[in-house]
């Protein structure tokens, strides 16, 4: 039977400096997109947040100002064509 030593059951190290080399010449691409993708999952959590506090408000304190805010936000979120 063949032994399998330690050093065959761990990867090799990931060499970071050539990495980061080789990514070099598109970080400020990169680093767009990456802003970017953050900042539109920040945007999109904002109906839904906003959307659960107006629930909360018409169920906790019967508060009939913000429940017309709901049927609203309802429809920006169907025309914006969200599911």
Do not use: Y
């Not at 400096?17 to 802003?35: D, E, F, Q, S, Y």
Request: charged share 20%.
């Amino acid at each position: 039977m063949a032994d399998i030593g330690e050093s065959e059951d761990r990867a090799a190290p990931l060499p970071w400096r050539r990495l980061i080399g080789l990514l070099r010449p598109i970080r400020g691409g990169l680093a767009a997109m990456v802003g970017l993708s953050t900042g539109g999952v920040l945007i999109g959590l904002g109906p839904p947040l906003a959307l659960g506090v107006l629930v909360n408000a018409l169920v906790d304190r019967d508060d009939t100002a913000e429940a017309t805010l709901i049927p609203l936000m309802a429809s920006i979120r169907c025309a914006s064509g969200q599911s």
